[in-house]
């Protein structure tokens, strides 16, 4: 049986002013053959959980290309070029296939392509033919338009947010592909749309409505009225003209399966009110910590500038309101600005420095704080994270600088990567339990790492290119009829259809 492998990974922000290059992906990894194999295997992540079903049936993969970055701006054009002629390449030498994994995030914008996921797909169709089955994994957050529809027979997303099932859904898509190869099922998947977005700060699979849900659709496979399914939350910070929410069933029986997509997208129309939230301000959240005698920290999210979020990653607001405030609160915090890094580097280690820090990519938001600091240490910024989530996986920030300004401990990143893992700080010698108030810049994704440290965590308004309130951002292509800046409450939920 021959099975290949790719992978194109990047969640795109619309709003982030910085397209995501070659050198982007390359902080993120590009690997070919043997060495992509050997980059993944084991690891828990999508491809991980793809290699081990088929290693566990005794299929030896073909080892295509691998590109995956970081969440930022849209990608260049050129590299989801390079991507596609580089895999072309090696797809053909192996030509015909029976079958076709890849794994994508599926919230990808270019400079020019508003949907390179379905656009990759095409591609990637049109050359292996209509005889191969081509099984594809996605982040929760995609978008999963009609383009990516036809072209893949099988779509499987991740199922928790926080995402703690990258393997699992690497290994959902691979045991769909192999059991239809082996002809034991007979599926085909299904797909309705909502046109909505939420803020991806307003929910989670660990609790609350949306959690019920996961749990409600989970029972339903555990029946087995359905193989597989996915309730995509289009990520909110994509500006394109078809997106939206969806949801996607895989199943044997037609009528069950469109039947579970319509039942679980109309629960999810019914709850989209339940995402609005209510949230702190940065001083109120300030004052908070000062006051936190609980030895564990104060959480405050800036989920606005999360690079999860395809962020920048570089706002400084928080420590301009310390600063303004006066406030000697312990706090540990963490930022992206490149030229810092830079010229802190080369003044050493206990060089007091006044600096302007922040605000070095995105200058619509925010400004640059000036602050004097001292460098308290040095280090090339590749570290592990803890997880839970993507345990083991190596991350790269870059060279990073920590500093010490009043009593705030930051880390300083020329790239900040996974933002919700203990280790950004940890690995960087700033103990985040030691603070009475740590800034957290992402959605959703660091609760499962933060709950079992923090005293309280705070979704905050803060400015950024990813804000909750989504009514701050100017979207130029997202169609009119858009939850939450239209009254969608007359929408009929289409009837799920199949394109393959
Ligand atoms: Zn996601």
Same mark, same amino acid.
């Given at each position: 049986?021959?099975i290949?492998?790719?992978?194109?990974?990047?969640?795109?922000?619309?709003f982030?002013?910085?397209?995501?290059?070659?050198?982007?992906?390359?902080l993120?990894?590009?690997?070919?053959?043997?060495v992509?194999?050997?980059?993944?295997?084991?690891?828990?992540?999508? /491809?991980? *959980?793809?290699?081990?079903v088929?290693?566990?049936?005794? %299929?030896? !993969?073909?080892? $295509?290309? =691998?590109?995956?970055? &970081?969440?930022?701006?849209?990608?260049?054009?050129?590299?989801?070029?390079?991507?596609?002629?580089?895999?072309?390449?090696m797809?053909?030498?192996?030509?015909?296939?029976?079958?076709?994994?890849v794994?994508?995030?599926?919230?990808?914008?270019?400079?020019?392509?508003?949907? /390179?996921? *379905?656009?990759?797909?095409?591609?990637?169709?049109?050359? %292996?033919? !209509?005889?191969? $089955?081509? =099984?594809?994994?996605? &982040?929760?957050?995609?978008n999963?338009t009609?383009?990516?529809?036809?072209?893949?027979?099988?779509?499987?997303?991740?199922?928790?947010?926080?995402h703690?099932?990258?393997?699992?859904?690497?290994?959902?898509a691979?045991?769909?592909?192999?059991?239809?190869?082996?002809?034991?099922?007979?599926?085909?998947?299904?797909?309705?749309?909502?046109?909505?977005?939420? !803020?991806a700060?307003?929910?989670?699979?660990?609790?609350?409505?949306?959690?019920?849900?996961?749990?409600?659709?989970?029972?339903?496979?555990?029946?087995?009225?359905?193989?597989?399914?996915?309730?995509?939350?289009?990520?909110?910070?994509?500006?394109?003209?078809?997106g939206?929410?969806?949801?996607v069933t895989?199943?044997?029986?037609?009528d069950?399966?469109?039947?579970?997509?319509?039942?679980?997208?109309?629960?999810?129309?019914?709850m989209?009110d339940?995402?609005?939230?209510?949230?702190?301000?940065?001083?109120?959240?300030?004052?908070?910590?000062?006051?936190?005698?609980?030895?564990?920290?104060?959480?405050?999210v800036?989920s606005?500038?999360?690079p999860?979020a395809?962020?920048?990653g570089?706002s400084?607001?928080?420590?301009?309101?310390?600063k303004?405030?006066?406030?000697?609160?312990?706090?540990?915090?963490?930022?992206?600005?490149?030229?810092?890094?830079k010229?802190?580097w080369?003044?050493?280690?206990?060089?007091?420095?006044?600096?302007?820090?922040?605000?070095?990519?995105?200058?619509?938001f925010?400004?640059?704080?000036?602050?004097?600091?001292?460098?308290?240490s040095?280090?090339?910024?590749?570290?592990?994270?803890?997880?839970?989530?993507?345990?083991g996986?190596?991350?790269d920030?870059?060279?990073?600088v920590?500093?010490?300004?009043?009593?705030?401990?930051?880390?300083?990143?020329?790239?900040?990567?996974?933002?919700?893992?203990?280790?950004?700080?940890?690995?960087?010698?700033?103990?985040?339990?030691?603070?009475?108030?740590v800034?957290?810049?992402?959605?959703?994704?660091?609760?499962?790492?933060?709950?079992p440290?923090?005293?309280?965590?705070?979704e905050?308004?803060?400015?950024?290119?990813?804000?909750?309130?989504?009514?701050?951002?100017?979207?130029?292509?997202?169609?009119?009829?858009?939850?939450?800046?239209?009254d969608?409450?007359?929408?009929?939920?289409?009837?799920?259809?199949?394109?393959?």
């Amino acid at each position: 049986m021959k099975i290949a492998i790719c992978e194109f990974r990047q969640e795109s922000n619309a709003f982030n002013p910085i397209p995501a290059d070659f050198g982007f992906f390359e902080l993120g990894g590009i690997h070919e053959g043997q060495v992509f194999h050997d980059a993944l295997h084991g690891k828990q992540v999508a /491809v991980g *959980g793809m290699l081990d079903v088929l290693e566990k049936a005794g %299929v030896e !993969p073909i080892m $295509l290309f =691998s590109m995956h970055a &970081d969440s930022g701006g849209p990608v260049k054009d050129a590299v989801v070029r390079k991507f596609i002629e580089k895999t072309m390449t090696m797809l053909k030498k192996e030509l015909p296939l029976d079958g076709l994994l890849v794994s994508m995030h599926g919230a990808t914008q270019s400079e020019s392509i508003e949907d /390179v996921c *379905g656009f990759i797909l095409e591609a990637l169709r049109e050359q %292996v033919g !209509p005889g191969t $089955l081509i =099984s594809a994994s996605f &982040d929760l957050h995609a978008n999963i338009t009609d383009k990516i529809h036809r072209n893949a027979d099988f779509i499987c997303g991740y199922q928790t947010y926080p995402h703690v099932d990258f393997f699992e859904t690497g290994a959902r898509a691979a045991g769909i592909l192999l059991d239809t190869l082996n002809g034991k099922i007979h599926a085909k998947t299904y797909r309705t749309v909502i046109p909505m977005i939420v !803020p991806a700060s307003s929910y989670t699979t660990l609790r609350g409505s949306f959690g019920a849900l996961a749990d409600y659709a989970q029972k339903q496979v555990a029946k087995g009225r359905i193989l597989d399914y996915t309730i995509f939350q289009m990520q909110p910070w994509l500006d394109v003209e078809l997106g939206g929410t969806c949801v996607v069933t895989i199943g044997e029986d037609e009528d069950e399966a469109k039947a579970c997509a319509t039942d679980f997208a109309q629960k999810l129309f019914g709850m989209r009110d339940n995402f609005r939230q209510d949230l702190y301000q940065i001083d109120e959240v300030i004052r908070k910590a000062e006051k936190n005698q609980s030895g564990k920290p104060v959480i405050l999210v800036d989920s606005s500038d999360s690079p999860n979020a395809g962020a920048c990653g570089d706002s400084p607001a928080v420590l301009e309101r310390i600063k303004a405030l006066g406030s000697n609160v312990r706090a540990a915090f963490y930022i992206k600005d490149t030229p810092a890094v830079k010229e802190l580097w080369n003044r050493g280690i206990g060089s007091v420095n006044r600096i302007r820090l922040g605000a070095t990519m995105s200058h619509e938001f925010y400004r640059p704080v000036e602050i004097e600091v001292e460098v308290l240490s040095l280090h090339n910024g590749v570290f592990t994270a803890e997880g839970p989530a993507g345990r083991g996986t190596p991350h790269d920030c870059g060279r990073v600088v920590t500093v010490r300004w009043n009593n705030v401990d930051i880390v300083i990143c020329e790239a900040i990567s996974y933002p919700g893992d203990l280790q950004l700080y940890r690995h960087f010698g700033v103990e985040p339990t030691f603070y009475d108030l740590v800034i957290v810049k992402a959605c959703t994704s660091f609760r499962v790492a933060y709950e079992p440290i923090a005293s309280d965590i705070c979704e905050t308004d803060t400015p950024g290119t990813a804000p909750i309130n989504l009514g701050l951002l100017r979207f130029k292509r997202l169609p009119r009829y858009f939850y939450p800046f239209s009254d969608i409450s007359g929408y009929e939920i289409p009837e799920p259809v199949a394109l393959r």
